[in-house]
């Protein structure tokens, strides 16, 4: 069952030009310890920076709570597995967030796929709930 659907898409040069401006407190700010390792790992960093900041703003709309509601930034944060599959990891406020979606009995599934096409990045993420496994 469906619980939640976000979209984001944001321009590339918006990212590149808030790193320009506020450099290392922007990046802090926004991503993750592991997302800023991923990122910086990267030949294409600022793309990497957008595609990660349009999925947590699909994840914040997914949830339904937007940036607010004690979820911030950092409690969203984009993972790749070993496959390089984007995994979302949430903590804090959005785990919280998530948790309160649930019916009893039933275990979230979080979605996320993300691609950028120049100027563009863009993230999708679907919410969804299973039975648990008793």
Same mark, same amino acid.
């Not at 959005?94 to 979606?101: N, P, Q, Y």
């Given at each position: 069952?469906?619980? =939640?659907? =976000?979209?984001?898409?944001?321009?590339?040069?918006?990212? #590149?030009?808030?790193?320009?401006?506020?450099?290392?407190?922007?990046?802090?700010?926004?991503?993750?310890?592991? #997302?800023?390792? *991923?990122? %910086?790992?990267?030949? !294409?960093?600022?793309?990497?920076?957008?595609?990660?900041?349009?999925?947590? #703003?699909?994840?914040?709309?997914?949830?339904?709570?937007?940036?607010? #509601? =004690? /979820?911030?930034?950092?409690?969203?944060?984009?993972?790749?597995?070993?496959?390089?599959?984007?995994?979302? %990891?949430?903590?804090?406020?959005?785990?919280?967030?998530?948790?309160?979606? !649930?019916?009893?009995?039933?275990?979230? *599934?979080? %979605? !996320?796929?993300?691609?950028?096409?120049?100027?563009?990045? *863009?993230?999708?993420?679907?919410?969804?709930? /299973?039975?648990? /496994?008793?």
């Amino acid at each position: 069952m469906i619980l =939640g659907i =976000g979209n984001d898409m944001v321009n590339i040069r918006r990212i #590149e030009a808030m790193i320009s401006r506020y450099g290392d407190r922007f990046i802090k700010r926004i991503f993750t310890e592991i #997302e800023r390792a *991923q990122s %910086n790992n990267r030949s !294409l960093r600022v793309e990497s920076y957008a595609k990660r900041f349009a999925a947590k #703003e699909a994840c914040a709309k997914a949830l339904g709570t937007g940036l607010s #509601e =004690g /979820v911030f930034w950092r409690d969203m944060g984009v993972i790749n597995l070993p496959s390089k599959q984007p995994i979302l %990891n949430l903590t804090g406020g959005a785990e919280f967030a998530l948790a309160k979606m !649930l019916p009893k009995g039933y275990t979230s *599934q979080v %979605n !996320l796929t993300i691609s950028d096409d120049f100027p563009w990045a *863009q993230a999708i993420v679907i919410i969804s709930c /299973v039975p648990s /496994v008793c």
